[in-house]
Nanobody, 125 residues
Framework: VQLVESGGGLVQPGGSLTLSCSIS????????IGWFRQASGKDPEGIACMRSSDGKPVYADSEEGRFTISADNARNTAYLQMNSLKIEGTGVYFCAVDRWLSGSCTLRESAYNDWGQGTQVTVSS
């Protein structure tokens, strides 16, 4: 599985940005897609995930209502729309896939099998 993120950049506090994740599965099963953020010097934190079977999302409490995860199966692409961005939203954003899911998707990093290289998002005035 290969994942390539894009769409990062510099945005002012309160602004919006949409990240894309192009996914090449090569026939591998993908049960869930997740988005993670890694701030400088910190471990990655899960911010949103979506179950492939029905699109059911799960969001971190800090992002609920501001972020939206979605996917376009025809384009093999997942998205993370981010609104009302905060300075603490700065970091490298990664998409990842979970190949074997039981129940709802999880924001736990260790559950994900394949990761992209990440895209930098900087929230600053």
């Amino acid at each position: 599985v290969q994942l390539v993120e894009s769409g990062g950049g510099l945005v002012q506090p309160g602004g919006s940005l949409t990240l894309s994740c192009s996914i090449s599965t090569n026939g591998v099963r993908v049960d869930a897609i997740g988005w993670f953020r890694q701030a400088s010097g910190k471990d990655p934190e899960g911010i949103a995930c979506m179950r492939s079977s029905d699109g059911k999302p799960v969001y971190a409490d800090s992002e609920e209502g501001r972020f939206t995860i979605s996917a376009d199966n025809a384009r093999n692409t997942a998205y993370l729309q981010m609104n009302s961005l905060k300075i603490e939203g700065t970091g490298v954003y990664f998409c990842a896939v979970d190949r074997w899911l039981s129940g709802s998707c999880t924001l736990r990093e260790s559950a994900y099998n394949d990761w992209g290289q990440g895209t930098q998002v900087t929230v600053s005035s």
